[in-house]
Nanobody
Framework: QVQLAESGGGLVQAGGSLRLSCEGS?????????MGWFRQAPKKERELVAS????????YYSDSVKGRFTISRDNAENAVYLQMNSLRSEDTAVYYC?????????WGRGTQVTVSS
C-alpha cells in the first residue's frame, strides 16, 4: 500500500518561507511517477499548485504560485519537496502530495500551512 507523508508546514508571517517535504513508501510507489503538490483552503476545492515529472526536467506551476514556489525531488530518497517563498495569506491551506493526476487512495493527511498577514 502506497503511503505519502507530508511534513514541513507551520505558521509563518506573510513574506516568509517554508519548505514542504513528501516521503513516499510502500508498493507500488515509483520514482517514475509524475508527482504533484496540491492544496485545499477552507471551503475551497483541492487544487494542483505544482507538478514535477520523474527526472525533474518538466515542471508545472499554477499561476497563483509561479515565481514563488519551486518543486523538486530526490528519487534516491523517494522524496518530493516544495520550497515556498514570499508566502501570502491566500497560501493558507492544507498541502498534500500525490501522483499527478492524483489517485484517491494515495491521499495522506497533508500538512497545514498558515500565513499570517
Amino acid at each position: 500500500q502506497v503511503q505519502l507523508a507530508e511534513s514541513g508546514g507551520g505558521l509563518v508571517q506573510a513574506g516568509g518561507s517554508l519548505r514542504l517535504s513528501c516521503e513516499g513508501s510502500g508498493r507500488p510507489y515509483s520514482s517514475f511517477w509524475t508527482m504533484g503538490w496540491f492544496r485545499q483552503a477552507p471551503k475551497k476545492e483541492r487544487e494542483l499548485v505544482a507538478s514535477i515529472n520523474y527526472n525533474g526536467e518538466d515542471t508545472y506551476y499554477s499561476d497563483s504560485v509561479k515565481g514563488r514556489f519551486t518543486i523538486s525531488r530526490d528519487n534516491a530518497e523517494n522524496a518530493v519537496y516544495l520550497q515556498m517563498n514570499s508566502l501570502r495569506s491566500e497560501d493558507t491551506a492544507v498541502y498534500y502530495c500525490n501522483k499527478n493526476p492524483p489517485v484517491n487512495d494515495y491521499w495522506g493527511r497533508g500538512t497545514q500551512v498558515t500565513v499570517s498577514s
